[in-house]
């Protein structure tokens, strides 16, 4: 039988923290007469993931109202907008506009490590970093 390792495990902590905005598009590159194809809404709901050292003062790696500082502007070009005339979102499925939070969001003292996109109750989508 091999000995029990007293040795303590490496722990990796994460935060998490979800945004709400409403918005519209439409898919231009769909089948035609597919129901995408045309301007519809969604009430989207984006959970982002942060990883980093927790500060040994203060016991957390951000304060969650830094992660919400970050997000403000993004929700600012998004909130109540066609999301096609966003610069970068011209084909705004939830896989791209995963990306494209990914890539603009960042909060210093954490690394972005994933961001999920909920279009409805049922449908998501997650990207993160490879090796996370």
């Not at 029990?4 to 918005?23: G, M």
């Not at 830094?66 to 096609?84: G, I, K, S, Y």
């Not at 705004?92 to 490590?113: I, K, Y």
């Not at 999920?116 to 996370?132: L, N, Q, Y």
């Amino acid at each position: 039988m091999e000995p029990v390792s007293t040795k303590k495990p490496v722990l990796i902590t994460e935060i998490s923290k979800e945004f709400t905005f409403e918005a519209a598009h439409r898919l231009p590159h769909v089948p035609p007469g597919h129901k995408c194809a045309r301007v519809h809404g969604h009430s989207y709901r984006i959970d982002i993931t942060l990883r980093g050292p927790v500060d040994p003062k203060l016991g957390w790696i951000v304060d969650f109202a830094e992660l919400t500082a970050a997000w403000q502007p993004l929700q600012a070009q998004l909130d109540h907008q066609l999301l096609n005339e966003v610069p970068g979102l011209e084909n705004p499925t939830s896989e791209l506009l995963a990306a494209w939070l990914f890539e603009r969001l960042n909060v210093p003292g954490a690394q972005v490590t994933r961001v999920r996109v909920a279009e409805t109750c049922t449908s998501s989508c997650t990207v993160f970093a490879a090796g996370t």
